[in-house]
């Protein structure tokens, strides 16, 4: 199982470019999330779907939009790429509310 | 809104000593909590979870953890660390019975194992 799948595993941007982070789940999970996750910092939510359809703001939103047209692809965009954006990406997802989120393996994001 | 403290963003432990790593919890409603683990360069996996049923909760590897509502705290505890068990910790809590439900993390706990 597959399980969820995040493209590329790591990217190096130019200031200002947008770019598009895949999620894709086979797990039929109702809830998605995105997380970024720096040194010090732990893993701060930035973007969530509870279920298709419906998305909500984190606690990091700022820059960046997410779209839920289905309940297996959760995208994130970065419209206009600043370096304070460089990270680590998770995204995750759950069966249902109240229950344990999922992740996949991460996307490397270096703005330059 | 929930959110979660984990105190000390660094422990050590003697190989074969007590690991105990510190999570106080924020929450409007019964929480749902959990601890992850992450290994270095891996993402995050599930070592156990409280959903409001016994407040004692056994994970995987020798892990376990307390729900104490009175201090709003969820510690995780290993009788014996093992060289393995080095890696960064992560608390989280779910308000489950919120209709705009999501998932908040601590800042995470890096743990050493001393030989």
């Known amino acids: 199982t597959a399980g969820i799948t995040q493209a590329p595993t790591s990217q190096i941007l130019a200031a200002g470019r947008s770019m598009t982070l895949r999620c894709t789940q086979d797990m039929r999970h109702n809830a998605m999330y995105w997380y970024r996750q720096d040194l010090g910092l732990g893993l701060r939510l930035i973007h969530y779907?509870?279920?298709?359809?419906?998305?909500g703001k984190g606690e990091v939103p700022d820059g960046y939009s997410v779209s839920r047209a289905n309940t297996d692809d959760f995208p994130l965009t970065l419209a206009s790429a600043v370096p304070s954006q460089t990270s680590v990406y998770f995204c995750?997802?759950?069966?249902?509310?109240?229950?344990?989120?999922?992740f996949g393996q991460g996307t490397r994001l270096t703005v330059v | 809104a929930q959110s979660v403290t984990q105190l000390g963003s660094h422990v050590s432990v003697s190989e074969g000593a007590l690991v105990l790593l510190r999570c106080n919890y924020s929450s409007s409603v019964p929480p749902y909590l959990f601890w992850y683990v992450q290994y270095p360069n891996q993402g995050l996996q599930l070592l156990l979870k409280y959903t409001s049923a016994a407040t004692l909760v056994k994970g995987i590897n020798g892990f376990e953890a307390e729900f104490k509502k009175s201090e709003t705290s969820f510690h995780l505890t290993k009788p014996s660390a093992h060289m393995s068990d080095a890696a960064e910790y992560f608390c989280?809590?779910?308000?489950?019975?919120?209709?705009?439900?999501?998932?908040?993390f601590g800042k995470g706990t890096r743990l050493h194992i001393l030989p």
């Open positions: 779907s509870n279920t298709a359809g419906t998305t």
């Open positions: 989280a809590v779910s308000e489950g019975m919120n209709r705009d439900d999501k998932i908040i």
């Open positions: 995750a997802s759950s069966a249902a509310q109240g229950t344990e989120a999922f």
